[in-house]
């Protein structure tokens, strides 16, 4: 969908780097300050190590349980008022899990992080569909998706840094803090008057006529964005089971991820560019069918300049999907119950990224890691192939009601 919208060419992006962007970096700071810390507090909590490693993916079920209410919050709120709504669950969150003293607290709290996580992505994801002309939304929400991996990446120096000084709990209190600054920030540059307007026509819905309603855009191109997010995980899982597999210890593992994600990091303004000029499908397509050659180019890794390629080859997969997924949801997002449908998408895009690890682990367990790599890669090459001849184009699938 690369038809430029009137007025395009004249909307600048600079005018929602307060409003959008910049709040949308902050926030991730603090989400990336708690993820690789999740595991440290069960234990210092008293988990077990196998708990441990389960309370990493509670966060990940949160946000599945909440993108869907998540919805409904923002069509009967506003996004303005959602955000509100997110940054209060969040700042409980945070500091029940810091002053958390037992596992089920903590589990509780961790849950609760990917609610608010599923109301702030819904709300500014709704608010970008709104003011983003389609011509430009590629490039828009791409840096959306660029902002919130800047975010992710500062997030653990961040929190590395109070950690030192207060211990553990010390990256939840910089959650708190900056899930509060992010929306204080939205708040001084955005105006009710600006959200009732885009609520406008666009309140309470019921879900299930919703879905009912745009089913053919949710099990259609949804089907590719569920693809792309289990590709996406599976990958966290496989390169590091595989460096353990060819003898590469866990400081070199670490070393591949920072670089690979400091190069999708930096291709998020080329992949929205690229998005608006030459199609959702393409680049969806093109995303998939890297990540896809990458999962299968594993095996063939045996030594650590080995893992590094692999590594960086994935990088690029996922950098050039940068917001893709985000994107293509909001090009098919109606204008009636818009909110809602973009909870959904969201949903069918974090169960693919749910997915990506188990579907993993259960291969290995049914196999070794090398056939695992070799069917999800085989998995991805097919599902591009197949979004690639037998996907619609977004355009012909677009409700406007």
């Excluded at 400081?251 to 998020?268: A, C, K, R």
């Excluded at 999907?321 to 109606?334: C, N």
């Excluded at 990224?353 to 049914?366: D, H, R, T």
């Excluded at 085989?378 to 192939?385: C, E, L, N, Q, S």
Aim: proline share 3%.
């Amino acid at each position: 969908m690369s038809d430029r919208a009137p007025g395009a060419a004249e909307f600048g992006l600079r005018s929602l780097v307060a409003s959008l962007y910049v709040p949308g970096a902050i926030y991730a700071v603090g989400q990336g300050a708690i993820i690789p810390v999740t595991a440290l507090m069960a234990r210092h909590v008293g988990a077990s190590i196998a708990v441990a490693g389960a309370m990493v993916g509670l966060r990940g079920i949160g946000t599945m349980l909440g993108d869907m209410p998540a919805g409904a919050i923002v069509s009967r709120l506003g996004d303005r008022n959602a955000v509100l709504v997110a940054t209060a669950v969040q700042v409980i969150s945070s500091i029940a899990a810091a002053t958390a003293t037992s596992v089920a607290v903590l589990a509780v709290a961790t849950v609760l992080s990917g609610i608010g996580w599923a109301v702030w992505g819904v709300a500014r994801l709704a608010y970008a569909t709104a003011v983003l002309p389609a011509g430009r939304r590629g490039q828009g929400i791409a840096t959306l998706g660029g902002a919130s991996r800047i975010g992710t990446f500062v997030g653990p120096l961040i929190g590395a840094a109070v950690i030192s000084v207060v211990g553990v709990s010390g990256a939840f209190w910089v959650a708190a803090v900056a899930s509060l600054c992010g929306c204080a920030l939205m708040f001084s540059t955005t105006s009710r008057a600006e959200s009732a307007s885009r609520q406008a026509g666009h309140g309470a819905v019921n879900l299930r006529e919703t879905a009912r309603a745009h089913s053919k855009s949710l099990l259609g191109p949804g089907l590719g964005a569920l693809v792309i997010g289990a590709l996406r995980t599976s990958r966290q899982a496989l390169l590091p089971l595989w460096a353990i597999h060819v003898g590469i210890d866990a400081s070199g593992v670490s070393l591949i991820f920072g670089i690979s994600s400091g190069l999708d990091m930096l291709l998020f303004a080329p992949a929205g560019w690229a998005s608006d000029r030459w199609g959702r499908k393409r680049i969806a397509v093109t995303c998939l069918a890297v990540l896809a050659v990458g999962q299968l180019a594993v095996p063939l890794a045996h030594s650590f300049v080995g893992l590094m390629a692999v590594g960086l080859l994935l990088g690029l997969g996922n950098g050039i999907g940068s917001g893709i997924v985000m994107t293509m949801g909001a090009d098919l997002a109606p204008l009636r119950g818009r909110a809602a449908f973009l909870g959904m998408w969201r949903f069918i895009a974090d169960a693919g990224g749910a997915l990506g690890p188990f579907m993993v682990s259960g291969m290995i367990a049914l196999t070794a890691v090398a056939p695992a790599a070799l069917s999800v890669g085989a998995f991805g090459v097919a599902a591009a192939a197949f979004m690639g001849f037998r996907m619609p184009d977004l355009a012909s699938l677009r409700v406007d009601e």
